[in-house]
């Protein structure tokens, strides 16, 4: 009985170790542990995609790479189909983390999006606004997007209308 136990306890002690390995190799890194990215003139994102039953959750990072401070993160993602058509909508409400650019700080995110399938041509359209301390006394308000396909990740272009 002593025997059995002590290997359980062995197979616990490992498991662990292993656990704990991953877990520290995302604190170094948790860029790296995410799908897909955009980088903008003050932040980059990473996320990965998922498809829960009928919603898509889309989980991930933001970062500061420009600003000494950003704080009042508010992010919202719309999925749009082909057409551009509003699928569905999700938001965070805005963080107040403030992120240090010299200190690599990132604020994690979570959208879940009702009743949204990643399907090809289907694009998801980041908005997020924000204020920024760039070293001035009192700082800037932000607003930003980017679009991109919902099941590549890939970066859509804006088509401009042709002026006549």
């Known amino acids: 009985m002593s025997l059995l136990v002590g290997r359980l306890i062995l197979i616990g002690v490992i498991t662990s170790l292993a656990a704990c390995a991953s877990i520290k190799s995302f604190e170094d890194n948790p860029e790296s542990q995410l799908t897909y990215r955009h980088s903008s003139f003050d932040l980059k994102f990473a996320w990965n995609t ?13 970062i500061n790479v420009r600003n000494v401070q950003v704080r009042d993160i508010d992010l919202n993602v719309t999925v749009l189909d082909t057409n551009g058509r509003v699928l569905s909508e999700g938001a965070v409400p805005p963080s107040p983390v403030n992120l240090r650019m010299n200190m ?21 359209k ?10 001035s006394w009192y700082g800037h308000e932000w607003q930003s997007s980017f679009k991109v396909d919902a099941a590549t990740g890939g970066a859509v272009e804006e088509q401009r209308e042709k002026q006549k």
């Open 50 to 62: 998922l498809q829960t039953g009928n919603d898509m959750v889309i989980e991930g990072l933001i």
């Open 104 to 124: 690599n700080d990132s604020v994690p995110f979570s959208v879940k999006l009702k009743d949204a399938i990643i399907a090809k041509g289907n694009v998801l």
């Open 126 to 135: 980041f908005i997020i606004i924000y204020h920024t301390n760039d070293g």
